[in-house]
Antibody, heavy 121, light 109 residues
Framework: QLQLQESGPGLLKPSETLSLTCAVSGGSVSSSNHYWGWVRQPPGEGLEWIGNIYYSGSTFYNPSLTSRVTISVDTSKNQFSLKLTSVTAADTAVYFC?????????????WGQGVLVSVSS | SSELTQDPAVSVALGQTVRITCQGDSLRGYSASWYQQKPGQAPVLVLFGGSKRPSGIPDRFSGSRSGNTASLIVTGARAEDEADYHCYSRASHGNHLGVFGGGTKLTVL
């Protein structure tokens, strides 16, 4: 059964770069039927789609974050990563990685447990 | 602002039926998926393609769409259905882009 596990620093200072990795086990990031995506949730708020990546390297980003976000995939390590530059307190959130269907239904069917990233001076 | 609009909170009496709605222009062209999220947990997919249930999701969860509105219907609500429900679809302003609704807190009375 495919599982996802996020990892990365939980505390950042303003202007630093957020870097998270999602390790994929029980399956392959090279699946042609799936994107690999990132979603975040500020405390007490709803979910926000950050972006996703296809195994070929094609990426799609939330227009509100596109100037600061990079998602990459490492097929040799079976993992994908998120970088978000110039963070502020508004980027404090639980960050989830998830598998997303490539097809028009585009559902997120498997999620990581999430990691809380706090931005504070 | 979110391109998908959900009511912030909805309540239902135990055993009754409740409809949670999600409204947005993207839903005219793309189907919605729905996620149940309990406190401190990751979201769980409960419906996709508008009305399809993943394996393991009870059949009391169903879905429909009319115009620009998608609905998640819980028939015979149970106490364990109390949770936040989030809708998602591809965004109207670009293929492969996505958007979530603001989420609905479902309270089972």
């Amino acid at each position: 059964q495919l599982q996802l596990q996020e990892s990365g620093p939980g505390l950042l200072k303003p202007s630093e770069t957020l870097s998270l990795t999602c390790a994929v086990s029980g399956g392959s990031v090279s699946s042609s039927n799936h994107y690999w995506g990132w979603v975040r949730q500020p405390p007490g708020e709803g979910l926000e789609w950050i972006g996703n990546i296809y195994y070929s390297g094609s990426t799609f980003y939330n227009p509100s974050l596109t100037s600061r976000v990079t998602i990459s995939v490492d097929t040799s390590k079976n993992q994908f990563s998120l970088k978000l530059t110039s963070v502020t307190a508004a980027d404090t959130a639980v960050y989830f990685c998830a598998r997303q269907s490539w097809f028009d239904t585009s559902e997120f069917d498997i999620w990581g447990q999430g990691v809380l990233v706090s931005v504070s001076s | 602002s979110s391109e998908l609009t959900q009511d912030p909170a909805v309540s239902v009496a135990l055993g009754q039926t409740v409809r949670i709605t999600c409204q947005g222009d993207s839903l005219r062209g793309y189907s919605a998926s729905w996620y149940q999220q309990k406190p401190g947990q990751a979201p769980v997919l409960v419906l996709f393609g508008g009305s399809k249930r993943p394996s393991g999701i009870p059949d009391r969860f169903s879905g429909s769409r009319s115009g620009n509105t998608a609905s998640l219907i819980v028939t015979g609500a149970r106490a364990e259905d109390e949770a936040d429900y989030h809708c998602y679809s591809r965004a109207s302003h670009g293929n492969h882009l996505g958007v979530f609704g603001g989420g609905t807190k479902l309270t089972v009375l």
